[in-house]
């Protein structure tokens, strides 16, 4: 008998938005995959392009509900944590893999940055916590920033053209601190092109994936990223496969973006290219 794959999902719950758990569920979901959350914070909207939202962390609730799936004997295919709610959950986070790992993937979006800078509310101290937390995965997703952030460099060459031999270099740099599969994401060779490099360390070989290039700035286009690309996973593509599908589906759902009048911080209408999201998966 076939099983459904189990996936434990650790962001924040950003009402307003589209980011986190309202992208990583609904993608998730559609993989065919069971998606199990872990909420971090309930914001009001998103941090990015929006003033005045509510923050209530979540941080005291994480062992309390860990302690009860316990009493249940419940276990997870993949752990998947994204935006954290304090730097305290990076201590609790890891600790949740530890429980709850098995044998099977631990993937670390270290959500914390982007464009050169670190998200408002997270202060210095929380990228060399989330570097650590980095250390306990399998597969690590930063985009160029983050990436900087995690190995204490400059955060000033996100934007490019980047060299063939700084992305690889990022990418084995980062593989050091322990994750076998490192993916990085804002990564462009050539003007009108952006997509992802992957390094898997069993082998070595580094891989790449591109699609067309939009100007500016498109909100929770990381999340997305990050639940296509777990999901090709746990439908058995392969860190190659996987990384296009999620790349194409980004494009898709930011094509999408630029053909409404909704403005950017509501994120993309990733709902809108599920179907081929599905078709790439074989699930439609
Ligand atoms: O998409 C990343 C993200 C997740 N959660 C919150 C955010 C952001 C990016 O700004 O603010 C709360």
Redesign the pocket.
Same mark, same amino acid.
């Given at each position: 008998m076939k099983t459904q794959k189990k996936v434990c999902a650790i962001? $924040?719950i #950003?009402c307003v938005g589209r980011? #986190?758990l309202t992208v990583a569920l609904p993608i998730l979901s559609a993989a065919g995959v069971e998606c199990s959350v872990l909420p971090t914070?309930v914001?009001s909207t998103?941090? *990015?392009g929006f003033t005045g939202f509510t923050y209530r962390d979540l941080t005291e609730d994480i062992t309390p509900i860990s302690q009860h799936w316990q009493t249940l004997g419940i276990g997870f295919d993949a752990m998947y944590s *994204?935006?954290l709610g304090s730097f305290e959950q990076l201590d609790l986070v890891a600790g949740l893999f530890d429980t709850y790992r098995g044998d099977g993937l631990v993937m670390v979006d270290p !959500?914390m940055a $982007?464009e050169g800078k670190l998200?408002g !509310?997270y202060s210095p101290e929380m990228a060399q916590g989330m570097a650590k937390l980095c250390a306990k995965a399998d597969i690590i997703i930063p985009n160029l920033t983050e990436a900087a952030f995690i190995l204490g460099e400059p955060a000033d060459n996100w934007e490019g053209p980047h060299s063939e031999a700084f992305v690889t270099e990022t990418l084995r740099k980062l593989a050091k601190l322990g994750p076998s599969r490192v993916v990085l994401t804002g990564v462009t060779f050539e003007s009108g092109k952006i997509g992802a490099a992957a390094l898997d360390t069993v082998g070595g070989k580094v891989g790449y994936a591109f699609s067309k290039r939009a100007e500016g700035h498109f909100? *929770?286009t990381? $999340?997305t990223f990050g639940s296509a690309m777990l999901s090709g996973l746990l439908n058995d593509m392969s860190l190659q496969d996987s990384m296009q599908l999620a790349v194409d589906y980004v494009s898709a759902s930011i094509e999408l973006a630029l053909a409404t009048s909704r403005e950017r911080r509501y994120g993309v209408p990733f709902e809108q290219a599920l179907p081929m999201f599905m078709k790439r998966l074989g699930l439609l």
């Open positions: 962001h $924040d #950003s980011c #986190s914070a914001l998103h941090t *990015g *994204g935006f !959500v $982007d998200y !509310v909100h *929770g990381g $999340d």
